[in-house]
């Protein structure tokens, strides 16, 4: 139900190079990355490091949202916050009631100050988040603002 939704075939396509193992024979991977549950989702960069991961099935909406979630993080990682804005504001736009939507939006908050260097950018960043999820953990992450 997931991978033939167009959306996430569309993501991944353009963005990932998907990799499916087969935890009985791949166990020098499953036990680098510590996958001892499935479906197990790990969004690596071009070294093998891990910039997202993620357990367990998702729905179409929530697959979504924890793609561009992963590549925004993983511009963000790769010191290109500006790059890492446009699918963090994407899943704000696309997918706000989704689970990964206070993530992003945090993240969102970082990456938008990464790039312009003023504090006012990450406070009203995380400002936003406390208002639209407060009872989120990242949120609580967010409270020195």
């Given at each position: 139900m997931t991978y033939p939704d167009l959306y996430v075939a569309t993501l991944l396509n353009e963005y990932f190079v998907?990799?499916?193992l087969d935890v009985s024979k791949e166990t020098k991977l499953v036990d680098k990355y510590?996958?001892?549950?499935?479906?197990?989702?790990?969004?690596?960069d071009g070294?093998?490091?891990?910039?997202y991961h993620v357990e367990g099935w998702l729905p179409a909406a929530e697959y979504s949202a924890m793609l561009l979630l992963a590549l925004g993080r993983h511009q963000i990682l790769q010191k290109r916050p500006a790059g890492g804005v446009p699918f963090l504001q994407e899943v704000m736009d696309k997918f706000p009631s989704t689970t990964f939507a206070p993530e992003a939006l945090y993240y969102l908050g970082v990456a938008q100050y990464l790039v312009s260097h003023e504090v006012e950018d990450l406070v009203e960043g995380w400002k936003q988040l406390q208002r639209r999820y407060p009872s989120s953990s990242w949120a609580l992450s967010a409270g020195i603002v």
């Open positions: 998907p990799v499916q510590r996958a001892f549950w499935t479906p197990n989702l790990n969004v690596l070294e093998e490091r891990m910039t």
